[in-house]
Each structure stands twice: as C-alpha cells, then as structure tokens.
C-alpha cells in the first residue's frame, strides 16, 4: 500500500474507533449486548478458528485415500468426521488441485469464505485489487503472489457467490513421501487452501 | 442493489494484489470489536445475512472505496440498528442511550459466544425438483434489479454449464428485502470458458464459475 493511502487509513481512524465505542456503549446502555459477550466472541474468532483447521483436513486427505475420496464427496460431512478441527458448517466444497488443474478461490461481490476452516479472511481477499483481478487476470493475481504456473494449467475461478464455501485441495509436494500427517500439516499454508500459493517443503 | 461498486469481477484499475506477511486477525481492537458487535447483533435475528450484505450496497461508492472493510461492515451496521428503530441517530450523536429499549426477539448469551463459530446452514427443503442437471447448457439471465442479487454484472447474459446441483437455499433477492422473504431455489455451479465472458482476448486456460440460483438461468 502506498504510503499516501497509510496516512489516509490513520486520519480516518480516530473518528471510527470513537464510534465504534459510542455504538458498543448504546447497545450496552440499551441491554442489547453484553460487553463480556463481545469480549468472548473476539476472543473465539481469534483463537478457535484459523488455517490449522485446513491444515490438518488438506494432511489428512493427502495421508489416506479413502478420507480424501469422502472429503470430495462431502467437505463438510468428512471435516467433521476428524476429531481434531472445528466444526464446520453446511457446503464446505473441497476441490482438487491436479497437474492438469489449479483452482483459485474468491467472493467478486463481497468477502465470502470458508472462515471455519481458514480463519478469518486477509484483506488482500477482501480488497478491490484481488475482488477484480482474479476472475479475468487470474495469472496476473497468480504472479502477485509469486507463483508461476505452466500455460497449459487449466485454471478454474470458484466465484463464491451464495452459501457454498470453497477450499483448494493442494497437490502433494515431490520429496515428502514419507512424511507424517503432522509434519504434512505444517506446510499447507492458508494461501495454498485459496489456490494464491503451493505448499513448498522447507530445502525442497 | 445490484450495479453497485461492490460488484468488481472484471474491473481495471486497483492495481496488484498486495499480500501481507503474517497478517494479524484484526489489525487494530476496534475491528475485532465492530465483528463481533455483528456477529451478537446478528443473533437477534432481525435482519438476514443477505440484508446485511444489502446495506454495505448501499454505501455511497466513495465511502465504500475509501473505507476499510470493517470501517463499511460498522458503517453498516450502524445504518442497520437505526433502520431496524433499535437505535436512534440522536443517540449516536450523544453516544449513550437516550430511550428505553425496544426488545430484541433473541440476545446472544456468554454461553453462545463460548461455543466455536460456525456458519449457518442456508439449504431449505422443497417439494420442487431441480429445473437443469449437470451437464445442461443454461444462458444467465439479463437482469439489472435496483435490489440485492448474487448474480455478478459479468456473468450476465452468458451462457455455460451445470455443472453441479447444490440444494435448494434461502433465495439472496428477495431473503435481503424488508419483508425477509426465503423462497428457496435452487442453487447451481455453472461454469464458463474465460472466451464467454471476456472474449476472444482471453486467456483460453481459464474457466470461471459462479454458484446461481435458478431464477438466474434459462436453457441455453
């Protein structure tokens, strides 16, 4: 970001923060909320959720066939079935990230994303640059990112336009056949589960 | 409303895509704060999800460009809680509560909050059945509504396939109206060769999908 744009988000700070209390005070004043409660919910999208939930999905599919066979089927049903993540709600759609197709994920018209599996969205996810770009110059967000795929990559754009949630299923990176599920899970970074980055094992 | 600022698929102009090295939940507590104060407010369930995206729409689109994304979601929020009469803007401008309540049909508990966040589940049972299957050649509707729609300004009028069905889901057009009304439709993934929607110029190794809900689609 420019260093104009900075000053311009810093200016406008003071007066949000102000009102952000103000509201927060009224609706407390009022009985509508309770300030314990916005505390807790700060806290819980935090700390509760976050790309380790992704993370340890996107492991699991690439340690064990048959979990991977039941996360294509039905992401939502299969993260579940793991007793380790968060739960996940309805119409989480896992697609696959093979040497013929790599998909990319975004919300053209808002900010809609996969958030109980990947955490709350980046700003880049949210910003007009990638809102815009993605859909038409996808090899040009792709190169923002500083990955460079092969011209006769397919690349498929998942517009999240309704309720359904989307989430890459990388590729399995060369060299790390022989790795545990938790060493895995390290590497799948939450860029990777939006199709703007590639797991890349630390030395590969 | 539809042909607003915020329907940006294809537009020139904002530049590259600056990502940012281990970038923190919220970047300043106000944000965390103005979440949640969406989320608890939420709860009531006096507006829907799709209402909520609705009133962002209605931002001006300078403020909508000027503002930080939790800057639009309090801006609308705020318009919200006046809208819904839960807040007046004599109140904001004094910044304490100058009236008693009106009451909320569901307040968020500690206990609520405490539980891990999950989405909510928008598919709807029907007695309809799904109008295409995969496979099916559809043409998207030319429609321009001054009203919410989840249909992008770049997949209108194109044609492409189905290529799955989702399940009949609250129906965004009319779910963000004042009178909240779900009618469910189906939802479908219809995909489109980058050519289609951009033309000839186009990269010929991309396709673009976007999940439509019936009303959006006709046979091609």
């Avoid at chain 1, 509201?23 to 004043?29: F, K, S, V, Y």
């Avoid at chain 1, 790795?179 to 970074?189: F, G, K, P, R, Y």
């Avoid at chain 2, 409303?1 to 970038?23: A, K, L, Q, R, Y």
């Avoid at chain 2, 609705?54 to 809680?81: C, D, H, I, M």
Wanted: net charge negative.
């Amino acid at each position: 970001m420019s260093e104009h744009s900075h000053d311009h988000d810093r200016s406008e700070l003071s007066d949000v923060q102000l009102r952000v209390r103000a509201l927060e005070t009224i609706l407390t004043e009022k009985g509508y909320i309770e300030p314990a409660v916005i505390d807790q919910l700060v806290e819980s999208y935090e700390t509760k959720i976050g790309p380790k939930n992704g993370a340890r999905i996107v492991a699991r599919a690439w340690s064990d066939p048959t979990f991977k066979a039941a996360l294509l089927k039905d992401a939502t049903a299969a993260a579940n079935s793991l007793g380790h993540v968060s739960p996940v709600g309805s119409h989480l759609i896992a697609v696959e990230n093979t040497p013929q197709t790599h998909n990319l994920v975004v919300c053209t018209l808002c900010s809609c994303y996969p958030w109980e599996v990947l955490g709350l969205p980046p700003v880049w996810y949210k910003s007009a640059p990638y809102r815009s770009r993605a859909v038409i110059d996808p090899r040009g967000v792709l190169g923002d990112f500083g990955v460079s795929l092969p011209a006769e990559t397919e690349i498929r754009i998942w517009d999240s336009t309704a309720e359904t949630r989307f989430i890459v299923l990388p590729m399995r990176p060369a060299g790390t056949e022989t790795w545990s599920e938790d060493q895995l899970a390290e590497i799948v970074t939450r860029d990777s589960m939006i199709g703007t980055g590639v797991p890349t094992p630390k030395g590969a | 409303m539809s042909n607003t600022i915020h329907d940006m698929g294809g537009m020139h102009g904002f530049g590259p895509v600056e990502p940012e090295p281990d970038e923190p939940v919220f970047h300043a507590p106000w944000e965390g704060r103005v979440h949640a104060l969406q989320r608890a407010m939420g709860a009531a369930g006096l507006w829907s999800i799709d209402g909520g995206r609705a009133s962002l729409e209605r931002l001006p689109p300078v403020t909508y460009l000027s503002s930080s994304y939790y800057q639009r979601w309090f801006l609308g929020l705020e318009k919200r809680v006046v809208a819904h009469g839960l807040v007046g803007e004599d109140e904001l401008a004094a910044g304490r509560s100058l009236r008693t309540a009106k009451p909320l049909p569901r307040r968020m508990t500690l206990t609520d909050a405490q539980q891990p966040p999950i989405r909510g589940n928008f598919e709807r049972p029907t007695n309809s059945s799904a109008r295409f299957k995969p496979g099916d050649r559809v043409r998207t509707a030319n429609i321009n509504p001054t009203t919410h729609t989840r249909l992008p300004r770049y997949a209108r009028d194109k044609e492409g396939v189905i290529e799955a069905v989702r399940g009949c889901h609250v129906y965004p057009d009319t779910a963000a109206l004042d009178v909240h009304d779900e009618r469910p439709q189906w939802l479908y993934t219809v995909v489109f060769t980058g050519r289609e929607l951009w033309g000839d110029d186009a990269d010929p190794s991309i396709k673009v999908s976007i999940e439509a809900f019936e009303p959006y689609l006709l046979p091609a």
